[in-house]
């Protein structure tokens, strides 16, 4: 149910808090350390940047401009690579916890080490689908522009909804791809198709709930940022009224970083919920269509494999009935008597 899953991510964060918020942390690490460099830079340098300005022509600033754009692409990109592959390790502690197994940081990283290389190949296929995907939208865009004229600002609104459907439908469908890939140990390509094969007949309750997910999340988010966002202005005003640009620039770099590191954070925390949301979905969905209960409630009578992953090994349709599953009560190995 809705409140278990959330009641679930809450307890496995809690139960394996340096597994999952060490690795959300190594997730938001690359964009923190951008912001407070970004920061510092701006605080420091705001006047030989207005002076540049001024005598610089146009094509300085669209150098620039590319310069900064393809910069904050690569760095988009490798964010994405890196957390793509740490999506998928935190599944691990996620799915050792619905059998009350512990997990520490390393044995997360050494449990999901086998599946690096894949979650790297499935986020390179997620990206390149997503490039593809922008180019051939603004390529449709500028035809319809060049030669549609003005009736091709009409059609401009609806093609922009359909391309936000299908890509929300698409991201729903591939949702539980690194999960896939790292408890049942499959490849990119085999990992896209294990997600759209469980996400059958659950699209809308998936969407749902990560609808509600994401906005409780950026609620709280924002609550405890914007805050922050305003500490510096108020601070430069109490506590430095009239001390000059120096000590103006020196307090718009402390609290950049702080508010950098706040940023950070908050966003582990966010990120760490929603993974585990993520995860629990999967082992769901596995349970539903696979009977991965059964597996789980078997592992948790016999204490079979305490340091593996619940559920890697088992594949579609391969698990069998429980024994005295489906007898009828009072006969012989009836569940839950039969053994």
Do not use: C
Request: glycine share 10%; aromatic share 6%.
């Amino acid at each position: 149910m809705f409140g278990e899953v959330l009641d679930g991510s809450f307890q496995a964060i809690r139960r394996n808090a340096k597994a999952m918020l060490g690795a959300s942390l190594l997730a938001q690490s690359l964009s923190a350390i951008l912001a407070a460099v970004l920061t510092g830079v701006l605080a420091t340098s705001t006047r030989s940047i207005e002076a540049w300005a001024e005598t610089a022509n146009s094509a300085d600033v669209a150098s620039l401009g590319i310069g900064m754009m393809a910069g904050f692409a690569v760095l988009s990109i490798l964010s994405v690579f890196i957390s793509a592959v740490l999506q998928g390790a935190m599944v691990v502690p996620v799915a050792r916890s619905i059998l009350n197994r512990p997990t520490g940081f390393r044995r997360m990283l050494a449990l999901a080490r086998p599946s690096f290389g894949a979650l790297i190949r499935l986020a390179a296929l997620l990206v390149a689908a997503v490039l593809v995907t922008a180019a051939l939208f603004f390529t449709v865009i500028v035809f319809l522009f060049s030669n549609v004229r003005g009736a091709g600002v009409l059609l401009v609104l609806p093609l922009m909804l359909a391309f936000g459907v299908a890509a929300a439908w698409v991201a729903v469908k591939v949702m539980v791809a690194p999960a896939a890939v790292v408890v049942e140990e499959l490849g990119a390509v085999a990992g896209i198709r294990r997600s759209w094969e469980l996400t059958r007949a659950n699209w809308w309750r998936i969407l749902g709930i990560t609808l509600v997910v994401g906005i409780l999340v950026g609620v709280i988010t924002q609550v405890v940022l914007i805050p922050a966002s305003i500490l510096p202005t108020v601070l430069s005003g109490v506590v430095s009224p009239h001390g000059g640009s120096g000590q103006d620039a020196a307090l718009g770099i402390v609290m950049g970083i702080v508010t950098a590191v706040l940023g950070a954070l908050v966003g582990a925390v966010a990120y760490a919920y929603q993974t585990s949301v993520m995860a629990l979905l999967y082992m769901d969905l596995r349970m539903r269509k696979d009977g991965l209960d059964i597996t789980l409630l078997r592992q948790m009578e016999t204490g079979a494999d305490p340091s593996g992953v619940p559920g890697r090994g088992t594949q579609a349709g391969s698990t069998p009935a429980y024994p005295g599953y489906g007898t009828p009560p009072g006969s012989p190995g009836a569940w839950p008597y039969g053994r």
